[in-house]
């Protein structure tokens, strides 16, 4: 038994919103819903300066690292589950290469229910389970294929970013997830690089956003929860 299925299948979930701006403006590959978009998401709601994603990352800053204008900023804000996922979809002038920036944050209407950094700790660090497997006769080949599948959708740490960093994706689509204090931000790259290429483009506008993310009213003021701990060990990049 293993619990990279459900940590693939939530993590995607967490994708939902940038695979539907990305689908409708930019008419490109999708990457993968949250808890409650797979359940029937509230609506979006309109962002105001304190919820406005789009303050984290600035035009010039996706022209240096997509080589291309931003025609347009969408922010938008989406109810998931205990949280709120405020997100900006940066139109640049090439569609396929624009850029979905997401800041999963605590709801202040709901201060006693999952919190981003628990949805982070049960996602990327869920309990060992108990192994139950037994073999089956003729079944050993498909067994094999599912686990090398299983193998390239885990996700893959990522160093120097945040608290923990992961990479989720392969060759054709993914989004760079970084932990920082109550809050995670994701970054979604278009365009067909390569997926180094597309990750390293990711880190470096991460490493930008990460300055501004405790700027944001929505987030409680001098709260560091870094000390609570994530039950597992730094990230490391592969």
Partial sequence: M?????????????????VILLSRQAASSSPPKTASAAKGAAPAQEPDKNTDACALLTRAEI?????????????SVQPSGGFVMLQCFYR????????????????????????????????????EPVEEEKHVAGKAPKKAEVDREEELRKPRPIDGLGEEAY??????TGALYVLQGDAFLRISIGGGE??????????????????RVDALPILPAGRNPASAGLGGGSAREQ
């Fill in 2 to 18: 293993s619990h990279r299925p459900t940590i693939s299948l939530l993590l995607c979930a967490l994708l939902l919103p940038a």
């Fill in 63 to 75: 022209q240096v690292v997509q080589s291309e204008p931003v025609e347009e900023t969408k922010p």
């Fill in 92 to 127: 640049t002038t090439t569609s396929a290469k624009s850029v979905s920036l997401a800041l999963g944050a605590p709801d202040p209407a709901k201060p006693s229910a999952l919190t981003p950094r628990e949805f982070w700790r049960k996602q990327f660090h869920p309990p």
């Fill in 167 to 172: 990479w989720v994706g392969n060759r054709i």
């Fill in 194 to 211: 390569d997926e180094s290429v597309r990750i390293k483009k990711a880190k470096a506008l991460a490493e930008k956003a990460l300055k």
